[in-house]
């Protein structure tokens, strides 16, 4: 994903990269909402955004039981997503392409955070 020479192991998590790439496709399309929504809608829907990979990197290197927890809090930021993709579809800022897209690319996260976190219940 980035070229370093120093590197951490939770960029190895594919569920990390989608989540990094989910959280630019949202700033990205925040550019062209109003400006009355910099405040609102544009600023809550990155934050929740990149909130998904934030989770994930912060509770990474710690017990599988607080890297559970972490990956909780990931799963409800995509969650959020959900809501504030709807809100702009409701509003007009986004297409049905662009709104479905998101739901897609959030699903996968959902099933992928999901999935690690039985994985780490499983052991």
Known sequence: MFESEYHFSFENLLVYQKAMVFGEVVDKLVE????????????????????????????????????????????DSSHECVTWNSKAYLRKYISHEEFENNRKSLTELGKMISSLRRKLNSK
Do not use: H, T, V
């Not at 062209?32 to 990197?57: G, H, T, V, W």
């Not at 017990?63 to 972490?70: G, K, L, T």
């Open 32 to 75: 062209s909402f109003p400006k009355k929504e910099m405040y609102r809608l544009s600023s809550q829907f990155c934050r929740a955004a990149d909130s998904i990979a934030a989770n994930i990197s912060e509770g990474s290197g710690s017990s599988d039981p607080n890297f559970n927890r972490y990956l909780k809090m990931a799963w």
